[in-house]
């Protein structure tokens, strides 16, 4: 079998297209069975579908990252806040991997 896995990345989900059909990656462990797709077609699309963080988020709170989030996010003040936008990397982090399983 013959798997495509994803690292790293951040995002909501990934989409992995090929001939008109679509998997989801959404949760770990981050990979997408191609075995199919591959004996199809030689072309395969990874789509990533990013989240608003970096738009609508908290965009001046220190740390960038918090453990949960609500009202108290967006009025931040003190060391809790930053002149600088503080935006979340995102998009692929690391390069995707073809793994292929031998049963």
Partial sequence: ???LTVPE???ACLKVVANGNTQI???Q???ADITDAIAE???IALEL???RRNL???LHQLPVRAPN???NNWITDGDGWSDDYQLWPAGLLAAPVVDVRIA
């Fill in 29 to 31: 462990p981050y990979e």
């Fill in 69 to 71: 989030y609500g009202p």
């Fill in 1 to 3: 079998r013959v798997f």
């Fill in 56 to 58: 609508f988020g908290p």
């Fill in 9 to 11: 990345f951040e995002g």
């Fill in 49 to 51: 579908v990013l989240t």
């Fill in 41 to 43: 077609t030689d072309e």
């Fill in 25 to 27: 990656i959404g949760w």
